[in-house]
T-cell receptor
Framework: GENVEQHPSTLSVQEGDSAVIKCTYS??????FPWYKQELGKGPQLIID???NVGEKKDQRIAVTLNKTAKHFSLHITETQPEDSAVYFC???????????WGAGTKLIIKP | EAGVTQFPSHSVIEKGQTVTLRCDPI?????LYWYRRVMGKEIKFLLH????????ESGMPNNRFLAERTGGTYSTLKVQPAELEDSGVYFC????????????FGSGTRLTVV
């Protein structure tokens, strides 16, 4: 079955710097890769997603890149702000299958 | 619109006791999902309802877990009897009919079994 590994488990960056979180997946049939942000006391919230027919997707300060050959995808956050502090999860699935396989999460800390 | 509501937000019970978690999805959302995050590890799928029917319960860990969705509205997840390894955060999510992804999560119930 699908397995998703996420690194690092904790990431601390200076406010204004960029943050990059990386995930690898095992099942080459996976074609949908969402990223979720979980703030303290709240549930995960979808922030960006990408399908396998696209190599990169941007939404303001957030971008996701996908390398299908290497089976890895990354979340990039530029110009980090205090409100970016949260736990970020990557996930993978086949588009036809609603079941998401999740990474273990990355705690992002933005230092003032 | 109101979001997905879960309660209780926290529950501490002793091993061997019974606990029931409740999830109220967004009105009109036929799809309802339960997920669990144990001990800071990855979030894992438990089961999926479409209205009142269990579409997929392949992620349910064992027969100590029972999920129901009365009348296709709110859902409950009962753990009986609870074991130490059941501790974790239980999330519920819901989505519109035909919407596979981008579903809305509740804030979760943190269950601690001591």
């Amino acid at each position: 079955g699908e397995n998703v590994e996420q690194h690092p488990s904790t990431l601390s960056v200076q406010e204004g710097d960029s943050a990059v979180i990386k995930c690898t997946y095992s099942d080459s049939a996976s074609n949908y890769f969402p990223w979720y942000k979980q703030e303290l006391g709240k549930g995960p919230q979808l922030i960006i997603d990408i399908r396998s027919n696209v190599g990169e997707k941007k939404d303001q300060r957030i971008a996701v890149t996908l390398n299908k050959t290497a089976k890895h995808f990354s979340l990039h956050i530029t110009e980090t702000q205090p409100e970016d502090s949260a736990v970020y999860f990557c996930a993978a699935s086949m588009w036809s299958n609603y079941q998401l396989i999740w990474g273990a999460g990355t705690k992002l800390i933005i230092k003032p | 619109e109101a979001g997905v509501t879960q309660f209780p937000s926290h529950s501490v019970i002793e091993k061997g006791q019974t606990v029931t978690l409740r999830c109220d999805p967004i009105s009109g959302h036929d799809n309802l999902y339960w997920y669990r995050r144990v001990m800071g590890k990855e979030i894992k799928f438990l089961l999926h309802f479409v209205k009142e029917s269990k579409q997929d319960e392949s992620g349910m860990p064992n027969n100590r877990f029972l999920a129901e969705r009365t009348g296709g509205t709110y859902s409950t997840l009962k753990v009986q009897p609870a074991e130490l390894e059941d501790s974790g955060v239980y999330f519920c999510a819901s989505s519109h009919p035909g919407q596979t992804y981008g579903y809305t999560f509740g804030s979760g119930t943190r269950l601690t079994v001591v």
